[in-house]
């Protein structure tokens, strides 16, 4: 096989890898009644301490407060959050977890550790310190591409052609 099938290969393997792990994510969430964005809150109010209005939820997360509002309604619909008002400003709330979404964190945390005990079953510990390296190495060597000379020069390909 030549360098570049070989490079193409890789990609694909680790593409599919953590799609396949992605979807075995999404999977248990979901058998656990809580939907895949409804999770991302859930983690994100777990690891505040403060409980964030629904504006600093939809700023976090890069959506409209519209979207947020109707993702926090499901979810205080489905008894993972309250909503209390801000009792400095009455237009204000803040969003806190239940029990029930406490609980949620706590078995989804004991899930993807084994998942991820699962993932890696076999490795020892300096082939799982080689792979982290590598996955460090490919992450530089992608923040230090040139994105626009390389535009330039496919579009200059295109010209060609």
């Known amino acids: 096989m030549d360098e570049f099938n070989l490079y193409k290969k890789a990609i694909h393997l680790f593409i599919n890898t953590t799609r396949m792990h992605r979807k075995s994510v999404e999977n248990i969430v979901s058998k656990l009644g809580c939907k895949h964005t409804q999770h991302r809150i859930l983690l994100y109010l777990n690891d505040n301490l403060d409980a ?6 939809a700023k976090f997360f890069n ?3 519209a979207a947020a509002a109707v993702t926090l309604k499901k ?6 959050i309250e909503r209390t ?5 009455n237009r204000v709330h ?9 609980q949620i964190i706590q078995a989804t945390r004991q899930i993807f550790k084994s998942l991820d005990l699962a993932t890696f079953e076999g490795f020892n510990q300096a082939e799982l310190e080689s792979f982290m390296n590598y996955l460090e190495r490919m992450q530089n060597n992608i923040q230090k591409l040139d994105i626009e000379r390389i535009v330039v020069k496919v579009r200059k390909a295109i010209e060609i052609i």
């Open 85 to 89: 008002v801000w009792e400095d400003d």
């Open 75 to 80: 979810m205080e619909k489905s008894g993972l």
């Open 94 to 102: 803040q969003i806190n977890m239940t029990e029930y979404g406490k």
């Open 63 to 65: 959506i409209s407060p």
């Open 52 to 57: 964030p209005s629904q504006k600093q939820i």
